[in-house]
Structures are given as C-alpha cells and as structure tokens.
C-alpha cells in the first residue's frame, strides 16, 4: 500500500473507506481531514489496483450522494464525527 506523506496510515485507509461509502460525500472527507474530491481520487488511484481504482470511479462518478449540494437528503451525524 502507497502512504501519502501527509497522513498515517489509518488516515488513508479511512479516507478509503468513506470513499467508497455510498452516503459519505466528499464534503464530510474534506471537512475531516482537509481532502478535497481531486485528493481523494488521488489517494485511491495511489492506493488501490487499477481495476478496483476503475470501479471506484464508476461507481462514485456523478453520484448525487457523494456531493453534498447535489444530494437530496441530509444524514443524521453523529456527535463522534469531525
């Protein structure tokens, strides 16, 4: 696995895991560890296999979910979350 210089390890793998939640937009990754959308991308092209990287991208590319302003809902958020 590829470590970005600016993050630990869990840091990475976290940011990984929101970004492959379907609820989780890229604002609340932004908000908690100052990592905009182009950065996430980044870190999964980095840190993934190609292959998983090309679903990701699919599967997260023009989602209304993963953008915050574009998403019809709002979540509940736990006092625990940044």
Known sequence: MV???DFKKEDINRIIEMAWEDRTPFEAIEYQF??????????????LKRGSFELWRK???????????????TRF????QK
């Open 59 to 73: 599967r997260v590319k023009g989602r209304k979910t993963k953008h915050r302003s574009t998403s019809p809902a």
């Open 34 to 47: 100052g990592l905009k959308e182009n950065g996430v991308r980044k870190i999964m092209r980095s840190n």
């Open 3 to 5: 470590v970005d210089l």
């Open 77 to 80: 958020k736990s006092a625990d």
